[in-house]
């Protein structure tokens, strides 16, 4: 009967380091599991952001970027140019002095591979010139911009069912910016037109005085290619 005891208090006291060996591994698995579910729960969720910022990405222009960066540019350039006005500094001399020897000659080599303006070539390449001219010339205003995208919401950008179309109305100094820009490009053209010496003895081919100058560019374009038929038509003998 002791044997038999001794034989079993042996047994229970081999079980005890067996359980809790087990016990022990099993709170191992559950630490690793709770583990995998929080970088489960971590993975998805920024994946879940960046499918947001992609979206957000994918709506914005193209030339996003580059145009921020270009208005962040400029916004700097503005600020210096106030500080040195404030301090009675001028900002191109300002400028020019952190402009290294590197820099000057990358804007050399650049401003001689600019094509020089050829002059007139066509209406629609001289209002092309003008439309970029001008469109760099614009300073938009991005504190405006961003109220006026809060206040507006969804109509900000109006689809097909939009009714906010027509309600805009400009501001008072925005008015003014327009009428201050088109005095400008009228007295800017007034300087190009010249009065050109009359000839008396030249053909009278024109109208009026219009006329007279689209005959001139015509004949400057096309001359060479009409020069026989306009000489069969004096002589009498076009067919």
């Given amino acids: 009967m002791a044997s038999c005891s001794e034989d079993k208090a042996a047994a229970a006291a081999e079980e005890e380091p067996n359980e809790s060996l087990a016990s022990q591994k099993r709170e191992e698995r559950l630490r690793k599991f709770r ?61 020019l002095l952190e402009v290294t020897a590197d820099e000057a000659e990358r804007w050399e080599r650049k401003k001689k591979k600019k094509n020089p303006d050829t002059g007139f070539a066509g209406y629609a390449e001289a209002q092309f010139r003008q439309y970029q001219r001008l469109t760099k010339q614009i300073r938009p205003d991005l504190q405006s911009y961003e109220k006026q995208r809060e206040e507006s919401g969804e109509d900000f950008y109006p689809t097909s069912n939009s009714l906010s179309y027509g309600t805009h109305v400009p501001t008072k100094e925005g008015i003014d910016r327009m009428v201050e820009d088109v005095e400008k490009q009228i007295e800017k053209r007034a300087k190009y037109s010249r009065r050109r010496a009359y000839n008396d003895d030249a053909d009278i081919d024109y109208i009026n005085e219009r006329n007279a100058k689209f005959n001139k560019k015509a004949e400057r374009f096309y001359g060479k290619y009409t020069a026989e038929i306009k000489q069969n038509l004096e002589r009498g003998t076009a067919v």
């Fill in 35 to 95: 583990e995998l579910h929080f970088k489960r729960n971590e993975a998805r969720k920024l994946n879940h952001q960046e499918v947001v910022e992609e979206d957000k990405r994918l709506k914005l222009p193209s030339n996003w970027e580059a145009k921020k960066s270009r208005l962040e540019w400029e916004l700097a350039e503005d600020e210096k140019k106030k500080e040195c006005a404030a301090r009675g500094e001028d900002y191109n001399r300002v400028k």
